[in-house]
């Protein structure tokens, strides 16, 4: 008898278990639908499309977007989702931007050099940077144009000699709607409105005023989101990724103005996913920044929303991977990861762990990389 119920004991607790198995499957097949999306992005590129240091006049395996490019193709094809942004400064801060400035024609038939290696890794947006403003602003709108991408900016506005308003005109676009079409865990298509929103720090009208002033203006970051935000959602977004062109903390000069760093940014609602850039750092990573309360440097996020920043010149490639589930009737983000990836790296002190560059952006950048050196070399 007591054997026997032994026996029974340990069949009633293996069909228990069973069972226990058999639900949890059970819950991953007829859960709610579920997206894996890989957001990611580069930034502060400052027209380094090669790994080639124009200043000393010298080849790098430190920095270059050939490089990230290596990186974002990996990482897409790790993913079954993703999409790539940018977040600014790329037209002036190097030879190449300088000879593209100075002596590269710029016409229907021939882009900015920096869009044509950008236009091959096929960009799904980008936003605006102060560099961007630095040879004017007609130059800008010549070289945006090469972009086979959209550029979002919600911040600048047309200056009408009035105060800030309600009514301002947007200088740019300020937002756009992505309708992805992606794949969710049980391989069913399904349809995600991705809004991008972008921003740029508001010092741009100080550090830029001889362009600025008299034509444009620029309102505060956390202000514009607030704004924006809501609209965004009635308009069908389902989940919002911003792209902020400004760093952790505020420029030096905008203390006074509350609002205009990313740790502002990140108290918003409805925003899902930062990518952020101006500073040069990296985010997240272990350093001083740990003590900052609101920031889990384990996910990546700054009081609860996703962010990353992707150091400078193509360094790093930024990653936030999101869970994104379907539940009482709208996609949500479940939970978030966000990672960097640099083009290249020191083991033991002295030897590099180094990404290959992509062929075909070298090949594509080869003749404007070559006339830029010659203008360089004739440059006063
Ligand atoms: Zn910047």
Known sequence: MKKGMKKYTITLLSFIALLLVWNQTEAEVSGP????????????????????????????????????????????NESPNSLLFDNGDILEGNGLDEYAYRSHPLD????????????????????????????????????????????????IYVEDGNQLEEDDLNYFNPYTIIEKEVTDTAGEKQKLNVGVIGFITPIVAEWNKEYFRGNLKV?????????????????????????????????KGLEEKKGNSVQALSKVQG?????????????????????VPGIDLKTGTINGTAAVQAGYWGNHLGLIDLKIVFQGGEWKVKSSLSTIRPVYRTIKSKKKEVIPADPLIEQIMKKDHQDALDFLKHKK
């Open 108 to 155: 229907m038939a021939n882009v900015h050099p920096v869009f044509k290696a950008m236009n091959t890794l096929l960009y799904d947006a980008a936003t605006a940077g102060n560099h961007e403003f630095n040879y004017g602003i007609d130059f800008m709108e010549e070289s945006l144009r090469g972009a086979n991408f959209p550029y979002v900016n919600a911040n």
């Open 271 to 291: 925003i899902d996913a930062i990518l952020f850039g101006h500073s040069h750092s990296v985010f997240p990573v272990k350093d001083e920044l740990q003590k």
């Open 33 to 76: 639908p579920t997206i894996h999306l890989r957001v990611m992005e580069t930034t502060d590129l400052h027209g380094n499309m090669i790994g080639y240091d124009y200043e000393d006049r010298r080849k790098t395996v430190e920095f270059g977007l050939s490089r990230t490019a290596s990186l974002i193709k990996q990482a897409r």
């Open 219 to 251: 309102k505060n970051i956390k202000e514009t989101a607030e704004h924006f935000i809501p609209i965004m959602k009635s308009k069908g977004a389902d989940i919002i990724v911003a792209l902020a062109h400004t760093g952790l903390q505020s420029d």
